[in-house]
C-alpha cells in the first residue's frame, strides 16, 4: 500500500491567504463561534479599520460589554478627555486596523504612553482574546509577530518601535531612541534623500527614492551602518512591502512636522514631502498593492 503523504502537507505545500475569512476577520463568522471571554480592558481606542468594518466592530465590542473610541471622531483634546475619564475606572487597549490608519496617529500614541505598558493588538488579535480568552502578548515574541504579518499598520509598529511584542514602554529610552525620533540618521537620509531648507532639488530626491525601491539593501554600502536585519524588513527591491516601507515614512515624517506648526516652521520640507509623496503614488502606486496609500493629513 503506498504511503500516505497528505496528512499534515497543507501548511507546507499551500499558502494561507493573509485575510482569509475566520472568526477573527469575518463579524458573522464571529458571531458564530462567539464564547466571550472576560477580559481585563475595558476601554478601547481604535485606530483604523479592517478587516471588519469600523461600524461591525463598534457593535461586536458593545455586545462584549467594551466602549470602543475612534481616534478618528475626535479631535486630540477631547478625545484625551474622554480617555481620561474613562481610565478612572478602566485599563485601555490598542486596536489598530488595516486601513485608515495615520503615520502621526502611531506616534502619538507612541509618545502618550511612555512609562506604561502598551500593547497594539489587530483586531485579529483582540478578537481573538475575545473568543479564547488568551492574550496574544502571553505567548510571547512568535506569536505576536506572527499576527502582524501582512498587517501594515503593525509591520510599521515593528519597524519603529522593535520591541512592541514585549508591551513594555516602561522605559522611555526605548521610544525616544527609536526611528521615530531619529529621522535624520534613517535609511532615506542615508541614500541621499534630504528635504527642506538645505535638501535636495527634486529630481536628486526622487532620484535617491527610487534607488531605495530598486537596490538590493543589504548589499549596499552606507556611510551609516544599519543591521541586514533591519535592512531586509524593508522587503524585496521594488516590491509592494518596499515601497509601503517608503511610503509610510515619508508620511510619518510629514505628519509629524505639521503636528510641530505653528511653533516650528519647517514648511519647505513638509512642500517636498508631500510633493514627494504624491510622485511616488503616480508613479510606483498600483490600486491591486495589499496596502492602503498612507496620508499626511492631521486631524
Known sequence: ???DTTSNSFHQTREIP??????????ALFASFARRQEV??????SVGHGPISEHEFQRIMKESGLTLFS??????????????????RHDLAHVIGRDGWEPGQLVGVFKANQGKTLKFYSQEMFLT?????IDPFELGRETVERFALGHSALEFVSEM??????????????????????????????????VGESGKPYVARRRALKFVYDADLPNVSFSHRFSEQYLRSWGPPASSSRLRKIANSIAMFCSEAKRKLPQN????????????LLWLKNELYDSDMPFAWPNSAIE
Not at 71 to 88: I, N, P, T
Not at 169 to 193: C, F, H, M, P, V
Not at 265 to 276: C, F, G, M, T, V
Open 161 to 194: 518601535w522593535p520591541e512592541w511584542y514585549s508591551a513594555d514602554a516602561s522605559d522611555a529610552q526605548t521610544l525616544n531612541g527609536s526611528r521615530i525620533d531619529r529621522l535624520e540618521t534613517g535609511l532615506l537620509k542615508a541614500a541621499g534623500y534630504s
Open 40 to 45: 481585563t480592558n475595558s476601554v478601547l481606542l
Open 129 to 133: 482574546l475575545l473568543l479564547t480568552g
Open 265 to 276: 516652521r519647517p514648511l519647505k520640507a513638509i512642500a517636498h514631502w508631500d510633493s514627494d
Open 18 to 27: 493573509v485575510q482569509g475569512y475566520s472568526p477573527v476577520s469575518c463579524a
Open 71 to 88: 481616534h478618528g471622531l475626535f479631535g486630540d483634546e477631547e478625545l484625551l478627555s474622554l480617555l481620561k475619564r474613562a481610565l478612572r
Open 1 to 3: 500500500m503506498a504511503a
